[in-house]
Nanobody, 116 residues
């Protein structure tokens, strides 16, 4: 099973930035396709971005041009650089990793609050 831990959330003013990280245990990280999702209060969990094991990326339209996903296979980590944050970005952010070889798993989530 894939074990993931997020960090880097917090309170930020509109227009500010945060860098979220997702760390994976073990030696499987380089074989995982990695995703960020988020869930706002009263709403369904929604896709934010993904990065494949080969580094191909894709983003939800709502964050395109503001968020950047990256990974460091040597450090078993994935990052989400979130710039120009808006109040509607407020949510719990989850990382998810999956591969045929290693299975899949979710992190516990990290809260991002954008408010003045």
């Amino acid at each position: 099973q894939v074990q993931l831990v997020e960090s880097g959330g917090g309170l930020v003013q509109p227009g500010g930035s945060l860098r979220l990280s997702c760390a994976a245990s073990g030696s499987i990280f380089s074989r995982l396709d990695m995703y960020w999702y988020r869930q706002a209060p009263g709403k369904q969990r929604e896709f934010v971005a993904f990065i494949t094991r080969r580094g191909v990326t894709n983003y939800a339209d709502s964050v395109k041009g503001r968020f950047t996903i990256s990974r460091d296979n040597a450090k078993n980590t994935m990052n989400l650089q979130a710039n120009n944050l808006k109040p509607e970005d407020t949510a719990v952010y989850y990382c998810y990793g999956a591969s045929v070889e290693a299975g899949s798993g979710w992190g516990q989530g990290t809260q991002v609050t954008v408010s003045s």
